[in-house]
């Protein structure tokens, strides 16, 4: 079994910076990839980034050269580094992994970008 962790989420005023933390723990084997999603008030969760094993991010197209996803292997643990927020990107992050064919979601941590 998998678990994933997530931390980072406040209140933020508009142009300033976050950052996210997915740390994982238990049976992590064969790591296909992970990723970052949201999910606004009313809307479906979507895609932020994502991340192949041993591969660059890719971005969706609202959020690229501001949120910058990276990982520490040795801490096991996912990072999103969010610059430059809008009131738009208010939601609630989670972070996604597939390990050994199987998907596994984080709680969720809630991101506010208001002055």
């Known amino acids: 079994q998998v678990q994933l962790v997530e931390s980072g989420g406040d209140l933020v005023q508009p142009g300033g910076s976050l950052r996210l933390s997915c740390a994982a723990s238990?049976?992590?084997?064969?790591?296909?990839?992970m990723g970052w999603y949201r999910q606004a008030p009313g809307k479906q969760r979507g895609f932020v980034a994502i991340m192949a094993s041993g591969g660059n991010p890719n971005y969706a197209e609202s959020v690229k050269g501001r949120f910058i996803m990276y990982r520490d292997n040795a801490k096991n643990t996912v990072y999103l580094q969010m610059n430059s927020l809008k009131p738009e990107d208010t939601a609630v992050y989670y972070c996604?992994?597939?390990?050994?064919?199987?998907?596994?979601w984080g709680q969720g941590t809630q991101v506010t970008v208001s002055s």
């Open positions: 996604n992994w597939v390990i050994q064919g199987r998907s596994y």
């Open positions: 238990g049976s992590i084997f064969n790591i296909y990839g």
